[in-house]
């Protein structure tokens, strides 16, 4: 199974995707994958942006300063690259549900989470994910049908997640 969830507005998808994980957990499922946190910066117009590694305790800063004036891509590749290992590792252990904070750029060109989403499909691990309006058909193409969308709010994607991992929506 996988499903994905459409946000408006920025950093909905990455706080939606937050507390998810967080209740989540306390429903019992154990969970791999890494949710975004924004971290605002005073007197800055762009945040720092952090992984959270669902499988431990890592939290990874993906987002370089490019300095004032710079609108070139912030993404830090090595440190997406380094979350990406983690979570990949994190598959051995059969998780109950794989969260992925976004299907964004990296994914599109076949790099970033893109391989880890699609060995926990093959593994049977259900995955959730968030996709912005401008990605959707490549993520659509990407999914090949399996893709199934979830309303964002936070009940609609917890019952999903815990039909998707077998267990009873209370």
Not at 98 to 127: D, S, T, Y
Request: charged residues 20%.
């Amino acid at each position: 199974m996988l499903g994905f969830v459409t946000t408006p507005g920025r950093g909905a998808s990455d706080r939606l995707l937050y507390g998810l994980a967080d209740r989540l957990r306390a429903d019992g499922l154990t969970l791999a994958g890494a949710i975004q946190d924004n971290i605002e910066r005073a007197a800055e117009t762009r945040c720092d942006m952090e992984l959270h590694v669902l499988s431990g305790a890592d939290v990874i800063r993906i987002s370089q300063n490019l300095g004032a004036g710079s609108r070139g891509c912030r993404l830090d590749p090595a440190g997406l690259e380094q979350a990406v290992g983690l979570v990949g590792a994190a598959l051995e252990a059969g998780p109950d549900l794989l969260i992925i904070n976004k299907f964004g750029k990296q994914e599109l060109e076949g790099r970033g989470f893109r391989p880890v989403i699609a060995g926990a499909l093959l593994r049977g691990i259900p995955v959730l994910t968030a996709v912005n309006d401008k990605n959707l058909p490549a993520f659509l193409a990407f999914a090949d049908n399996l893709a199934e969308r979830v309303a964002p709010t936070p009940e609609a994607t917890r019952a999903w997640c815990l039909r998707a991992a077998g267990r009873q929506v209370a």
